[in-house]
C-alpha cells in the first residue's frame, strides 16, 4: 500500500503562491488518484483538488490552483496562486487504487498526515 506523505507548507502573505509536495512512500502514484483536501479550525474537512484520468478543482480555488504529477518522482504537487487568507488551513493529500468520487473524502484510503498553509493578510 502506498503512504502519502506532505510537505510545503508554511506562512505566506495574500497573494503569494505556495507549492506543496504529496510523495508516495512504500508505492508509486501510477495508478492511484491523488487528492488534496484542506482543514480549516473549526470547520470540516473539505475537497481541494483531485488528479485521476481527470482533474477535479472546488469552485473557490477553480484558476488559481493547479494539480499536477510527476510520475518520474512518484509525486503529485498542488501549486496554489494567488493565495486568499480564506485559504489557511492543514492541507491533506490522499489516495486510492479504484474507482471513486474524487471530491468525496470517504472515497480514499490512504491520508497523510497533513502540513499548515497559514496566508497573512
Known amino acids: 500500500q502506498v503512504q502519502p506523505v506532505e510537505s510545503g507548507g508554511g506562512l505566506v502573505q495574500a497573494g503569494g503562491s505556495l507549492r506543496l509536495s504529496c510523495a508516495a512512500s512504500g508505492g508509486t502514484f501510477t495508478s492511484y488518484a491523488v487528492g488534496w483536501f484542506r482543514q480549516a479550525p473549526g470547520k470540516e474537512r473539505e475537497f481541494v483538488a483531485a488528479s485521476t484520468a481527470a482533474t477535479y478543482y472546488a469552485d473557490s480555488v477553480k484558476g488559481r490552483f493547479t494539480i499536477s504529477r510527476d510520475n518520474a518522482k512518484n509525486t503529485v504537487y498542488l501549486q496554489m496562486n494567488s493565495l486568499k487568507p480564506e485559504d489557511t488551513a492543514v492541507y491533506y493529500c490522499?489516495?486510492?487504487?479504484?474507482?471513486?468520487?474524487?471530491?468525496?473524502?470517504?472515497?480514499?484510503?490512504?491520508w497523510g498526515q497533513g502540513t499548515q498553509v497559514t496566508v497573512s493578510s
Open positions: 490522499a489516495a486510492r487504487s479504484g474507482p471513486l468520487i474524487p471530491q468525496l473524502s470517504g472515497s480514499y484510503e490512504y
